[in-house]
């Protein structure tokens, strides 16, 4: 079985792969016909819906904390809404992937890490796309009515971000920002449906989560430096240049004090504090290891992001065990 896969530099028989993707699962066992569409929707580079979920599933152990400071925590209920965020990250990621790349086809032509994405190259027609994406998104709004009325107010209250941040790159500096509102609003959805409530814990979590994802999604923003400034769009890696470790320094350092306070104002114990400092000692050393020139550790220093979330929501999910 092994020397029918094709190796990490073979092109795919369903068109070019994207240089950053090359070798993944899709294109050694996805029928060639769906090959495009997966691309499409990034399952071949799933890291993007570990850092979508992560943030879900910090907030469900940290209002399972909250619920064992004020009564009984719904241990199989968090296990549950466990499982259908992460059915809902994979959904909701990818359409948003595809909405992205409808909005931004004529742009990705023009950026060499993006120009082989499946519009561009030409592997899936803008009809198909659309199509895809509204199957997408029924899968993620079957999702969203398994949640509690509060949570579903919750939940549509993103959709705003989700829709503007592709066009966000053309118009401020920090599109990042917009992708951090965005990306971790499943900070706030543990809260929404364990405790039908949004405590200052919730809201702290949020804020901390921002500011760490526009600080990887800064280091991955450095990939494509050169291109942006040719086609004219924005980015923070852009706006840091040179200065992009102190901005790191700030961004991590301000997320990981507002992470403490969250924990802090939820009664959380020493086993998510420890959590939290070994977070703590990993992003410090992203920034030390980082070379904005270097694309491909930018790329594995972003990647190792999902690393240190499940490090830190290891520590949470413990200390709510033992609350």
């Known amino acids: 079985m092994t020397s029918a896969a094709p190796s990490p530099a073979a092109p795919s ?3 070019p792969v994207p240089a950053d993707s090359a070798g993944n699962w899709v294109d050694r066992y996805a029928p060639a016909a769906l090959r495009p569409f997966l691309r499409l929707a990034r399952a071949d580079r799933p890291i993007g819906s570990w850092l979508l ?3 879900c599933w910090w907030s469900l152990a940290l209002a399972l904390r909250v619920q064992a400071e004020s009564g009984v925590p719904t241990y199989g209920a968090a296990a549950m809404w466990a499982v259908l965020f ?6 909701m990621r990818g359409a948003g ?3 992205n790349d409808i909005l931004d086809r004529d742009i990705d032509g023009r950026v060499e890490r993006t120009r082989s994405r499946p519009l561009p190259a030409g592997q899936v027609t803008l009809r198909g796309a ?3 994406l509204a199957l997408q998104l029924l899968v993620g709004l079957a999702v969203l009515l398994c949640l509690p009325f509060f949570a579903i107010a919750v939940a549509l209250s993103s959709l705003g971000l989700v829709v503007v ?3 966000m790159k053309r118009v401020m500096w920090i599109p990042q920002l917009v992708l951090g509102l965005a990306f971790s609003w499943g900070a706030l959805m543990g809260f929404a449906v364990l405790v039908e409530a949004l405590p200052a814990p919730a809201f702290l979590l949020y804020a901390g989560a921002v500011l760490w994802v526009v600080g990887y999604d800064t280091i991955y923003a450095h990939q494509d430096r050169e291109d942006d400034a040719i086609v004219g769009v924005k980015s923070s890696a852009l706006l840091f240049g040179a200065r992009t470790v102190p901005w790191l320094v700030a961004l991590y350092g301000g997320a990981l004090v507002l992470m403490g306070l969250a924990l802090a104002s939820a009664g959380a114990g020493p086993w998510a504090f420890g959590g939290l400092g ?4 990993r992003l410090a050393t992203q920034i030390a290891r980082l070379d904005i020139d270097d694309r491909a550790l930018c790329l594995r220093l972003f990647r190792s992001n999902r690393d240190s979330g499940l490090i830190l929501l290891a520590g949470l999910v413990i200390d709510a065990l033992l609350a």
């Open 165 to 167: 941040y592709p066009l």
């Open 53 to 55: 979920l992560i943030p």
């Open 278 to 281: 070994i977070f703590t000692v």
């Open 13 to 15: 028989p369903a068109g």
């Open 97 to 99: 992937c595809t909405w």
């Open 86 to 91: 992460a059915i809902g990250a994979v959904a």
């Open 130 to 132: 659309v199509l895809f």
